[in-house]
């Protein structure tokens, strides 16, 4: 069975830094797309970034220049390095991961900045 854990989540200030990881494990098959969502309270899930299996990036306009997602083929894990941190960047933060069997998803971790 496919899991995915995620890490990294938790308080930061305004302006701070946090980094987040998602591994995956449990498949047979190779990973393909793997991307960062995140749902802020009493509002929708939005697309963070995303990564290819090759490397191509998608980074929302929100977090541009701010947000670098990265990827370990070696160790089917994710990264999103967060950087220069707004108090609307408060969410909690969903790693998605693409098999040829379908999405599956982590548990989801918070982020919280506030002063």
């Known amino acids: 069975q496919v899991q995915l854990v995620e890490s990294g989540g938790g308080l930061v200030q305004p302006g701070g830094s946090l980094r987040l990881s998602c591994t995956t494990s449990?498949?047979?098959?190779?990973?393909?797309?793997m991307g960062w969502y995140r749902q802020a309270l009493g509002k929708q899930r939005e697309l963070v970034a995303a990564?290819?299996?090759?490397?191509?990036?998608n980074t929302a306009n929100s977090v541009k220049g701010r947000f670098i997602i990265s990827r370990d083929n070696a160790k089917d894990t994710v990264y999103l390095q967060m950087s220069s941190l707004k108090p609307e960047d408060t969410a909690v933060y969903y790693c998605?991961?693409?098999?040829?069997?379908?999405?599956?998803w982590g548990q989801g971790t918070p982020v919280t900045v506030s002063s």
């Open positions: 998605y991961a693409d098999f040829n069997t379908g999405r599956y």
């Open positions: 990564i290819s299996s090759g490397g191509t990036t």
């Open positions: 449990g498949s047979m098959f190779s990973v393909d797309a």
